[in-house]
């Protein structure tokens, strides 16, 4: 079974996550941001994984590291999961209408470092992530994770961002073996 625990703490957090691949889709995830939380959930079920997210950050000041945070130490999770990537697809897309939106993900674990993301979000704040952090967030997980992937992503809504966010984390799983 592929499975990983990282443990990173910086000045600002302390981040712990816990991932097995081959999962039921369980979740544990309180990571001080409740709309990010949610996501995750939906990563984890979406995604037949099981997770755990557990963060402890410098909330008061803003979101960025702890968000920042999460995203390293879940693509490192990621990375030590998939460990020798034998058994995987090399490269996956999933594409899922949903309500006003349509997102598209693609995944490649074969090419360099890259991440495209474009939501065309026009507010602040989705419940209470900051809105500006999500492409940093998966910046930081296509990193760490391995130096050859590429991750684009690219969600259009009609009315609602929540709508492209929920998309967007449902369909992440995809590209790293998931059919």
Known sequence: MRKAVIDRKTAETHVRVALTLEGRGRFENATGVRFLDHML????????FDLSVQATGDL??????????????????VDKALGDRKGINRA???????DETLAVVAIDLGGRPATVVDTKVRV???GDLQTEL????????VFPADPDTLLC?????????????????????SGIGKK
Request: net charge negative.
């Open 60 to 77: 008061d000041v803003d979101q960025h590291h702890t968000v920042e945070d999460i995203g390293i130490a879940l693509g490192q999770a």
């Open 41 to 48: 959930d939906l990563v984890a079920r979406h995604g037949a």
């Open 124 to 126: 602040r704040c989705v």
């Open 153 to 173: 992503i690219c969600a259009t809504s009609k009315i609602s961002f929540t709508c492209s966010e929920e998309n967007i984390f449902k369909l992440v799983h």
């Open 134 to 141: 999500v492409t940093d967030f998966f910046e930081v997980i």
């Open 92 to 98: 996956g897309y999933f594409v899922m209408p949903m």
